[in-house]
């Protein structure tokens, strides 16, 4: 990723709660939602406010995520405009589980594998404005 050196990043276990398919795959819309809070810490980091998403320009999903993995998500800023702030997002699988050695096995990659990328906006209220009306 490029852009400024300004990073939140988060990394939680996927729960059998966010297994939405067969197999017990991951719903790509649980990534998303952790770019959606890594989104709102950069807001909050640079403006004090955690702004409104306003959408993705470009979403990839690269390989399945499954319940009892570990996902690491990232973000920075890569462009700003007055109000805007144009984000790349990257996740990457950094501990998978392993249900076929045991239920609860799982191994950490030697190099994690990246599952998601994506490109999104933000956008943060006027100066002035009480965002909470």
């Not at 909050?44 to 690491?72: Q, T």
């Not at 996740?91 to 990328?117: D, F």
Request: one cysteine or more; proline letters at 4%; charged letters at 30%.
């Amino acid at each position: 990723m490029t852009g400024t050196d300004e990073v939140a990043r988060l990394r939680l276990r996927m729960s059998a709660h966010d297994a939405h398919y067969g197999g017990a795959l991951v719903d790509g819309a649980r990534l998303l939602a952790l770019f959606g809070d890594v989104a709102t810490e950069l807001c909050v980091r640079e403006s004090g406010d955690e702004g409104l998403f306003a959408g993705y320009s470009k979403i990839e999903f690269l390989a399945p995520v499954h319940a009892g993995d570990y996902v690491e998500a990232e973000g920075r800023i890569v462009r700003r405009g007055d109000r805007s702030r144009e984000m790349t997002f990257e996740a990457r699988l950094v501990i998978a589980a392993r249900p076929e050695r045991t239920p609860s096995a799982a191994e950490v990659l030697a190099e994690p594998v990246v599952v998601c990328r994506a490109r999104g906006t933000c956008v943060l209220p006027a100066r002035g404005i009480d965002a909470t009306r």
